[in-house]
């Protein structure tokens, strides 16, 4: 968001105008979800400002409801095959942060919306995301969102 606001300099009559920027970090998603029960693909994805010490919502939603996901961070994007022909897209894996329960619900049904503190020490860093979901009929018992590459401002 931008705020302007204007004032008068009283130097010249001439009114001047002040920016004020709050700085959000792109959010990028990439790499495919793994599907679980019904066929279902799980997203992860992110809302708020991704500034440091903002607060952000990180949201699983698409998945077999009434089960757990997990969330994995890490500091670049990875293609690690997990089986089924399934990938862990984050390296190093930092977690599991978790179990998140998701609402009840279906194949697809399942969601989770958790917010976090983005660290101010965090500032001017990439940090990359997945989440995994507890489902049986998905590749190892699991299925599996898309990344998400988050650059902190």
Known sequence: PVTLGAFDTTLSGVDAY?????FCGP????GAACPGSGGFLPTLSLSGCSA?????AIEVAGAL???NAFLFLGTQQ?????GGGCSALVFPLIGPFGP??????????????VEALVPAACAFATVTMQGFVDDPAGAAGLSATNGL?????
């Open 65 to 67: 409801g009434g089960r």
């Open 100 to 113: 998140l329960p998701l609402c009840p619900g279906g194949p697809g049904g399942g969601s989770v919306s």
């Open 149 to 153: 590459e988050v650059k902190i401002e």
């Open 27 to 30: 959010v990028d998603p990439y």
């Open 52 to 56: 440091a010490g903002a607060t952000v």
């Open 78 to 82: 990875a293609t690690l095959p997990i």
């Open 18 to 22: 002040v920016a004020a920027f709050d």
